[in-house]
């Protein structure tokens, strides 16, 4: 059904833009690769317009459906947001939601915390553990009188095997769980009492770690965030599975994840880009067809004199020889324009005129340059038409020396590609087995 309705589409927006099209351009390449009368070639350009148009807007309009629909059924559709713990003994990971805040998009960093064990507990342990915590938690601050730089409030002792929790007593909002210091420009110290807890299994220990630091009055949009994160943390805590089904609203904010609405756009941005690089193929199409056509005339073109040369020195007329010449030349397309010319002039317009036509529709140089010569002879009866034939004969002969040294240039620059490659896939094989031999 789409098919049969994007051609009637593509006809009507053609028949409105036309005139702001640049038509003369496009007639005059596609004239170039089709030898036809102009009515026909008319109705190919109207064709090629009207393909372009049809297949553009068929992806346009394709891509733009199918991102209102994605973006329709992700809005109205309630996925469950799942936090995949990791088993007992595992470790603790971080997701990223999306919420909605004052009608702004906020991103949110949840730690996903993982199931515990029971175990044994020993008091050493955890004394092992709060010495390295005293080690650590000031970071790069001198002492806890004084604190001006972030705090390091690490998760876990990972060489005893302990979790470790911080609370923050009185919820400060001068420092955060991560022991990130939220600002700098309180006028004089804070006290802030840090509860660094250790847990293995069952079993706990807490420390207060009281600390001085400036701190300021959280903004509406960071204290929702932290009523996001705890509230995420408390559901975590309370569960005991491993994939722990989010509610539709934390805290009153309803989550997602990050990016969720960035598919359709992405789907539309793409189609628009694919409708882009249409148009653009169905340009270089034709420019193709126009090189490959240039190249098969201009080796032609050498024998095409020779014949020329031949047939006019046996005292055929220039008439005669073209049409001597459409039998034998080699290449289709220039036979096609040369009885496309005698079929002209065999239609009563005038051989100068006819050839002339020929020269502009071939659109090269050297055919331009020889039909000039014969359009004089034809005026003025050139006696020296043989020897000024004789003379294109060697030029083209050269021409076709030097088209031909340029393809093998080209041929032998495409070549490299796959040789780099090669050397690549060899430098990785040699290099690779090496590098993981290496003792450090």
């Known amino acids: ?73 992700m ?51 955890f004394d092992k553990g709060f010495a390295y915590i005293d080690s650590v938690y000031l970071g790069t601050n001198e002492n806890a009188d004084h604190i001006t730089e972030d705090l390091e409030l690490i998760d876990s002792v990972d060489e005893l095997g302990l979790r470790v929790s911080w609370e923050i007593e009185d919820e400060s909002d ?8 939220i600002d700098h420009r309180l006028d004089e110290p804070v006290l802030v009492n840090l509860v660094a807890t250790l847990s293995y299994e069952d079993f706990s220990a807490s420390r207060n770690y009281p600390v001085k630091v400036a701190g300021r009055e959280k903004n509406e949009t960071e204290k929702a965030i932290e009523t996001i994160q705890e509230a995420l943390d408390m559901l975590q805590r309370k569960s005991d599975t491993s994939s722990l089904v989010l509610p539709e609203t934390v805290a009153g904010y309803h989550l997602q994840h990050t990016g969720t609405m960035r598919l359709p756009v992405l789907v539309f941005v793409l189609g628009g880009i694919f409708s882009i690089l249409l148009v653009y193929k ?71 005129e006819g050839y002339y036509r020929l020269s502009n529709r071939l659109g090269l140089p050297v055919y331009q340059k020889i039909f000039t010569l014969l359009s004089q002879n034809i005026k003025k009866g050139t006696r020296d038409i043989l020897n000024l034939l004789a003379e294109e004969e060697a030029a083209a002969l050269q021409l076709k020396k030097e088209l031909a040294k340029r393809k093998g240039e080209e041929a032998g620059t495409k070549l490299m590609i796959p040789l780099f490659m090669m050397l690549a896939v060899v430098f990785i094989i040699v290099i690779v087995p090496a590098f993981f031999t290496i003792q450090i």
Not at 288 to 315: C, H, I
């Open 174 to 181: 001068i420092v955060d769980y991560r022991g990130e210091i």
């Open 282 to 352: 169905e340009y270089s199409d034709i420019r193709t067809k126009e090189k490959k056509r240039n190249e098969e005339l201009l080796m032609a073109y050498p024998s095409f004199v020779d014949l020329m040369s031949l047939y006019m020195g046996a005292g055929l007329t220039v008439k005669g020889s073209l049409s001597r010449a459409v039998v034998q030349s080699d290449s289709p397309v220039l036979a096609e324009e040369l009885n496309y010319t005698l079929n002209e002039i065999q239609s009563g317009i005038p051989e100068t």
């Open 75 to 125: 809005n109205r559709t309630k996925t469950s947001i799942v936090l995949n713990r990791e088993s007992y003994g595992g470790d603790e990971t971080v997701t990223q939601l999306e919420t909605e805040i004052n009608g702004e998009k906020q991103m949110i960093s949840v730690d996903v915390l993982p199931l515990t064990y029971d175990a044994e507990s020993i008091e050493e342990a």
């Open 1 to 73: 059904m789409m098919r049969e309705l994007k051609r009637p589409v593509g006809s009507f927006l053609y028949r409105k833009i036309h005139r702001f099209l640049n038509m003369r351009t496009i007639r005059e390449r596609m004239r170039k690769i089709h030898v036809v009368l102009e009515d026909e070639l008319t109705r190919l350009c109207e064709e090629y317009c009207i393909r372009i148009l049809s297949n553009s807007l068929l992806v346009f309009f394709g891509t733009l459906v199918l991102s209102v629909g994605l973006a329709v059924y």
